[in-house]
């Protein structure tokens, strides 16, 4: 069988994208990676002339003939590998030359096991405060159960970032089921079992919370939908992750002992201050990872790798991330939302134009709602109970004008359909009210009994109104009630409400409560003449 060089190193750019109806499968994906090879069944030679993802592979039960291309071309010893730049840079499968052409293969977590086992930085457990010796004691009852386990995910990436870790995600290879009972019934807790995902989630008594999972592998049926799963090796489980720096993984042994598995060169991307994608339909894939790449970007001062962002701009091309539903976005928002610097991940968000491609009509920033949250709080001046989050809500309803279509955004928040529907719809009232007015008793009037997040937007068009009302104007509280203005005379039905209205708005001012009681009695004698 003959190869050719440009087989893989040309692959998604010289070679079209076959639909399924199209093809017959000849080549077994190689390495264990994504990519099925097809060859033109009339000619005797192989002739390959395009590639077919497995996740549209998966939508069909068809036959295929499957031929492993390492019958013809055999793995090489790691020492002695020479690797295409061109592959390295872009391809999960690197062809090997010698001086007469391609001699064999090998795979990009094949290759980087010629690094691996890494050894972890000098006490890079200083950042896991309370949960060390928790992970000690996993990794002896997992050994007395025959189990492997292993640190995955966002607890690896910020503790070679140094930063503090608030989760820890253990990987299992073995029994999950068996590991967490052994460790209920050795140290108690309170354990909460997914036995279709075969996961698990353990309460220590300290109120330490552990996750943990089985190794899987991941495709998707269709771009933007969630993905479909079943049980896989720890490299199956490692090519699933959305970045490379969240793709790193620490061995944990019993003795206490721990390495480092760095199988997608997340090291170098760390280090370099880069955020990469697995493989050029991730963010196709799972449309959500552009929200989280943000986020870690903003995080971390780091930049989305040259490629990914590539990767990322045709997905807003060929319109994937209209697919994504509106309720999964709302959910990647308020995640943003939350974070210690959400103006940056929007900043990034903008940047790569996904801001402008879902909101087209309104150019959005949340950057103005930030420093003046941070202006109020510097101030001390912050409400109590305040959310940030519902206050870049706030500023985006009233930016789409509460439009309905939307409203599903705000599906998983608490009160979110009040505050589309009512709350952000009454500011621009509110607005022009202020406008108007230079009185503290019609400010007062404006203000009085909003949320306060919604005082706190007002901010960015009333600054003067809006401090007087926390500095002083909410504090004025009058101390006359109903029945004080019926023992003075007031009948008794909604007159009462608008005479307490009136000696509130006397409070404003800074009357007296003799004052107040006066500009009361004014409501019902006025009317009664």
């Known amino acids: 069988m003959s190869l050719s060089p440009h087989i893989f190193s040309h692959l998604y750019t010289a070679k079209p994208y076959l639909k399924i109806e199209e093809i017959t499968i000849w080549a077994e994906k190689i390495g264990k990676n994504p990519i ?16 077919i993802l497995p996740s549209s592979l998966a939508q069909h039960d068809q036959k295929t003939q499957l031929i492993e291309i390492v019958q013809t071309c055999p793995t090489l010893s790691l020492q002695t590998l020479q690797v295409e730049s061109e592959q390295k840079e872009r391809h999960d499968i690197f062809l090997v030359r010698d001086a007469k052409g391609i001699c064999g293969w090998c795979d990009r977590i094949s290759l980087s096991q010629k690094f691996a086992p890494k050894a972890l930085p000098k006490n890079w457990n200083q950042e896991l405060g309370t949960f060390l010796h928790w992970i000690h004691r996993i990794a002896e009852t997992a050994d007395e159960v025959g189990c492997r386990v292993s640190l995955v995910g966002g607890a690896v990436r ?17 029994s999950v089921f068996s590991l967490v009972d052994a460790l209920v019934k050795k140290y108690q807790g309170m354990c909460t079992k997914e036995p279709l995902f075969e996961a698990a ?19 998707y049926p269709q771009p933007a939908q969630l993905p479909q799963t079943q049980h896989g090796t720890l490299r199956d489980d490692i090519m699933r992750r959305d970045f490379s720096i969240n793709a790193l993984v620490i061995n944990l042994k019993a003795d ?49 790798e040259r490629n990914s962002l590539s990767y990322l701009q045709k997905v807003l091309e060929d319109g994937t991330l209209q697919k994504l539903s509106t309720s999964r976005l709302g959910k990647e928002l308020q995640r943003i939302f939350e974070e210690a610097d959400p103006s940056q991940c929007w900043k990034k968000l903008r940047t ?45 309803a009233h930016h789409l004008s509460s439009a309905p279509k939307w409203l599903p955004l705000m599906s998983g928040i608490k009160g979110g359909k009040k505050l589309w529907t ?11 009210a202020l406008n108007e007015q230079t009185s503290y008793a019609e400010w007062g009037e404006t203000l009085y009994r909003l949320s306060p997040e919604a005082i706190i937007y007002l901010y960015l068009w009333h600054p003067k109104a809006v401090v007087w009302w926390l500095k002083t104007g909410q504090s004025l509280v009058i101390h006359i009630n109903g029945s004080d203005l019926i023992q003075a005379g007031c009948p008794q039905g909604p007159l009462i409400r608008k005479a307490l ?29």
Do not use: M
């Open 422 to 432: 009512e709350i952000a719809s009454d500011l621009g009232f509110r607005k022009q």
């Open 256 to 304: 206490g002992s721990a390495y480092l598995i760095d199988a997608v060169n997340g090291i170098a991307d760390l280090q370099k201050g880069e955020l990469r994608v697995l493989h050029p339909q991730s963010f196709s894939d799972d449309p959500t990872r552009i929200f989280r790449a943000a986020r870690y970007a903003s995080r971390y001062n780091i930049s989305l």
């Open 352 to 396: 790569w134009k996904v801001i402008s491609y879902l909101f087209p009509a309104t150019d959005i920033d949340i950057s103005d709602v930030q420093q003046a949250w941070i202006t109020l709080e510097q101030q001390q001046l912050l409400p109590s109970a305040t959310s940030f989050s519902k206050l870049c809500w706030l500023h985006l």
């Open 158 to 174: 910020d503790i070679l970032y140094k930063k503090q870790v608030k989760d820890l995600d253990f990987l299992v290879q073995g």
């Open 501 to 529: 209205l009136a000696a509130q708005r006397s409070a404003w001012l800074g009357e007296n409560t003799q004052t107040q009681l006066q500009k009361a009695k004014l409501v019902w004698t006025e009317t009664s003449q």
């Open 201 to 219: 989630h353990w309460s220590t008594p300290d109120r330490c919370t552990f996750d943990f999972t089985i190794a899987r592998r991941e495709w």
């Open 36 to 51: 099925f090879l097809e060859k033109e069944q009339t000619t005797e030679t192989p002739e390959f002339h395009g590639y």
